[in-house]
């Protein structure tokens, strides 16, 4: 198995402002493409203490950005998505528009990176590798540029960061886990 990839989110508690997570492994990323599970669930960012939500109201270029803005115990339908964990790349879709995470590559100046809710198919900027470590944090990484997921601005995802900073830092709520 790839040592990478063996630990896998499916759950996280919020309590009292913290995000603790429990992890379950994965397959190899040797196998074919196909999603090995997939579950609905929040994303929590570890810079701001929020939840990531998709902006369904903005218009043009910034419909679906992904922002980390929700304060945790106000989840909505805005604040949740399918994650689908697979052995070559995992996906993110909103289920409010259901539509796929994508990294906006050919963005330049402060829109550069950004995550946004807008695909309708899975292509090369909607791949990522979601790590979970035992009893820890998540990562998002993005196939398509090789770069981890942050909060940038305090609330924007942004796939930029070339290193595991604090500002990459996710838990992973399966929603499971709120009912």
């Known amino acids: 198995m790839n040592l990478a990839r063996i630990s896998r989110t499916i759950g996280m508690t919020v309590a009292a402002g913290a ?3 429990t992890a379950v492994p994965a397959a190899s990323a040797d196998t074919a493409a196909a ?3 997939c579950f609905n669930g929040w994303i929590g960012a570890w810079a701001n203490n929020r939840l ?3 902006e369904l109201d ?3 270029a910034g419909y679906g950005a992904l922002l980390a803005r ?4 106000k989840e909505g339908d805005w604040e949740q998505f399918e994650i689908c964990l697979g052995s070559k790349y995992d996906t993110i879709r909103s ?3 259901s539509r796929y995470v994508s990294v906006e590559v050919d963005y330049t100046g402060s829109q550069k990176s ?3 809710a807008r695909a309708t198919a899975v292509g090369p900027w909607e791949k990522f590798d979601v790590v979970c470590r035992t009893n820890s944090y998540c990562t998002i990484k993005s196939l398509e540029n090789d770069k981890y997921v942050s909060v940038a601005d305090s609330t924007v ?3 930029t960061s070339t290193s595991i900073v604090f500002d990459a830092k996710f838990g992973i709520e399966h929603q499971d886990q709120m009912d």
Not at 70 to 73: G, I, L
């Open 35 to 37: 999603p090995i599970g």
């Open 70 to 73: 929700t304060a945790t115990a």
């Open 114 to 116: 950004m995550l946004r």
């Open 52 to 54: 990531v939500s998709a």
């Open 95 to 97: 289920l409010a528009s």
């Open 19 to 21: 995000i603790a997570l």
């Open 58 to 60: 903005w218009e043009g």
């Open 157 to 159: 995802l942004r796939a």
